[in-house]
């Protein structure tokens, strides 16, 4: 069976970059995952649009796509706020306390774990374990890893990255 | 590429190196302490000052004492630099031409290193794990060219049956006879999937070695490869370890280009390809029928086994499914001979294992130690204790799976039976030390929170009964339970444990169940007085 290329649902340049994973693929439902990733990195997150275009482009039900989606915690059906933190949970890290982080950037921040502040400026997720366990607790800020942290430091930061951006 | 050719490639680079190398660890823990920066700042130095004809500074993997570092080593002299800064870096490259290193020194002498035994990470903070001539160097490669050439499948199969390994990834099945019965199936279309998804939190041996060292695991996956008769494989590895899976990336690319991957390997007729899959952040996604279903693009959610993935895997082939540090294991085995591994280790289980020792330790990191040692000699000797003079109070092995076991029983011989024994399992080799400061029954409510919010929903004992454990738990922490929540939360880890569909469940209550055994009066304590 030939398969046909999909149609792309805008000129926008970062739709090709999700088309070539595809294509990679054969167009073939295995590639749902992949595919995935490689829109979220694009675009950011999973809106409506990018799933219903993959159901189409990948010949899988809307209700699979939306539910793989959602099935894994990596992937985020809403944008994310101009900066991120995600505070380690693994095991390792929470016996150094990164309960305790995490609580002082929920007081300071005013959101919870999962939320972004009303003016999208930052986004606070936790991983359920990065690897870092040697250097715990670990945080890390704008995708980079900082070891050996305390609430004092990590408010600290968040205070200097909202304000001037580092 | 021939065998000519390989060794070619050894000869050059060993006929490029200068008399002195110094080797920047650049796996992900250091690179978190600028190790990059440290790394360039050599670099410049040492070019600056003249000596780069003489000196060669090599990005390297782990060297273990994640905890110490930026950790930095320099050959001849066997001297090991830790807590490394840009600022003080220059200083080492000066200690080279009569000056003094402000940077401070390690002690490679350490039992943290001496006690060590390295099969798995022998090539670990040595070779630069971006360029595959380091790792032929190494003599990489020559085991699968004598495989391939020299070994019927069947012997291939046989040899890692006698060397006695048994599977990293936790449960202790003996790889040889997973082999065999994948080779055995009948098909001709199989698959070979390497499980990277180390989700235990806790837990980053394969983080490491796939940052340190991919190039071996993409060599055993190959020979197993040829013994079971597989020709496609995947390597799933988390989303979480962006480093690990740009270098697995770089090692695909790199075997490809030298004829080390894809079709007439040394030039045979064997062929083996090898797809990288990204995981999504779904720990029972570790669990070999949810990988599968995964890697096909679907809700990572388990499926009861028989039929095993040996005899119906990844889209209903025949597929050998293991971890990585158990491919890592083979090229050594088949190197060095089955007789050798089986010398290690004790009489049912052979050989080493990688641990992640972390918590309330002074040494934290990675080590490859016989299996064997007593947990003892990991947290005394190795780790040095709990820091500050607290007082370790248990281990906890296994992650989530896992359970806790208690200092009075640390003399105890860590191998996949005794610490079954225990209450607790070997796991994929996560450690955490907690000292006594760490609550028992909060460690255990932490897990039973992971596993309630990680539990994929399929079979009501878990997606339901983690959640009623994990109430009665924080009703319990929080000084609201009582005699009767405690007998309920025993019933319930029983039926959890008993009618779960996948290991998730079933060893969920596990946690719980250990600390309950060693840790009682810390539940009865935090119980209502009536």
């Not at chain 1, 929920?106 to 774990?113: T, V």
């Not at chain 2, 200690?95 to 798995?120: C, M, N, S, W």
């Not at chain 2, 490491?208 to 799933?236: C, K, N």
Request: proline share 5%; charged share 20%; hydrophobic share 40%.
């Amino acid at each position: 069976m030939k398969v046909r290329k999909p149609a792309l649902p805008s000129p926008d340049k970062r739709w090709k970059i999700a088309d070539a994973k595809m294509r990679r693929l054969g167009y073939k439902a295995h590639a749902l995952i992949e595919t995935l990733h490689a829109v979220q990195e694009s675009f950011g997150y999973l809106d409506d649009e990018a799933l219903r275009f993959l159901a189409v482009a990948l010949h899988v039900p809307p209700s699979k796509v939306y539910g793989v989606a959602t099935f894994y915690n990596f992937f985020s059906l809403k944008p994310q706020g101009a900066h991120t933190c995600v505070v380690c949970l693994g095991t390792a890290c929470y016996v150094k306390g990164a309960d305790k982080i995490l609580g002082a950037i929920e007081k300071h921040c005013g959101i919870k774990s999962g939320e972004t502040t009303s003016d999208k400026q930052l986004s606070l997720l936790t991983a359920r374990c990065i690897g870092a366990c040697a250097i715990g607790p670990a945080v890390i800020y704008d995708g980079v890893v900082a070891g050996h942290q305390t609430p004092e430091q990590t408010v600290a930061k968040l205070h200097g990255i909202l304000a001037h951006g580092t | 590429m021939v065998l000519e050719e390989l060794l070619a490639i050894a000869e050059k680079e060993t006929a490029a190196r200068k008399p002195t190398c110094i080797r920047c660890c650049m796996a992900a823990g250091c690179m978190s302490s600028r190790a990059a920066e440290i790394k360039e700042t050599i670099q410049r130095v040492a070019t600056e000052k003249d000596l780069i004809s003489k000196v060669e500074v090599r990005r390297v993997g782990c060297m273990g004492s994640c905890g110490q570092g930026p950790m930095v080593s320099v050959e001849p002299g066997g001297l090991l630099y830790q807590h490394v800064t840009p600022e003080n870096a220059p200083s080492i490259v000066d200690a080279l031409i009569g000056g003094t290193a402000q940077a401070e020194l390690g002690d490679p002498k350490h039992p943290f290193f001496a006690r060590q035994t390295l099969v798995v990470c022998a090539n670990s903070g040595r070779i630069d794990p971006e360029r595959i001539e380091d790792y032929i160097e190494a003599e990489g490669y020559t085991t699968l060219h004598h495989v391939l050439l020299e070994m019927q499948p069947a012997q291939v199969v046989e040899a890692v049956l006698k060397s006695g390994l048994r599977g990293r990834g936790g449960a202790g099945y003996p790889t040889g006879l997973k082999w065999g019965t994948v080779a055995k199936s009948p098909g001709t279309h199989k698959f070979v999937i390497c499980n990277g998804d180390e989700g235990d939190p806790g837990a980053f041996m394969d983080r490491s070695v796939l940052e340190s060292d991919p190039y071996r695991v993409l060599e055993g996956m190959a020979i197993a490869g040829y013994a079971v008769g597989a020709s496609q494989a995947f390597i799933y590895v988390r989303a979480e370890y962006p480093l690990a899976v740009s270098r697995l990336q770089t090692a695909i690319r790199q075997a490809k280009q030298h004829g080390l991957l894809g079709i007439g390997i040394f030039e045979s007729t064997f062929n083996f390809d090898v797809e990288l899959r990204i995981g999504a952040g779904a720990f029972v996604c570790g669990e070999e029928t949810a990988l599968m279903a995964s890697i096909e693009g679907k809700r990572g959610q388990p499926h009861p086994r028989p039929p095993f993935p040996a005899e119906s895997g990844l889209w209903g082939y025949p597929t050998l499914i293991n971890n990585v540090e158990t491919f890592a294991n083979i090229a050594p085995i088949l190197k060095n001979g089955p007789e050798w591994y089986a010398d290690l280790g004790t009489e049912k289980s052979k050989g080493t294992k990688v641990f992640s020792l972390t918590g309330k330790i002074r040494n934290t990191g990675l080590i490859e130690v016989p299996i064997g040692i007593t947990i003892r000699e990991i947290v005394e000797e190795l780790g040095g204790g709990a820091p500050d003079g607290a007082k370790v109070k248990a281990v906890q092995t296994g992650g989530p799976s896992g359970g806790c076991i208690p200092a009075a029983h640390f003399d105890t011989p860590v191998d996949y039976e005794s610490l079954v024994k225990l209450g607790s399992i070997m796991g994929s080799g996560g450690m955490v030390v907690m000292d006594d400061q760490t609550n028992m029954v909060d460690v255990a409510r932490f897990y039973m929170q992971f596993c309630m919010e990680e539990s994929c929903g399929k079979c009501i004992p878990c997606r339901a009964g983690t959640v009623q454990m994990y109430n009665l738990l924080t009703k319990i922490v929080e000084r609201r339970g009582t005699l009767q929540d405690l007998e309920q939360l025993e019933e319930l880890c029983d039926l959890v444990k008993h009618t779960s569909l996948c290991g998730l469940g079933q060893t969920a209550p596990n946690p719980v169940l250990s600390t309950l055994r060693y840790f009682r009066n810390e539940y009865l304590d935090l119980l209502q007085s009536e």
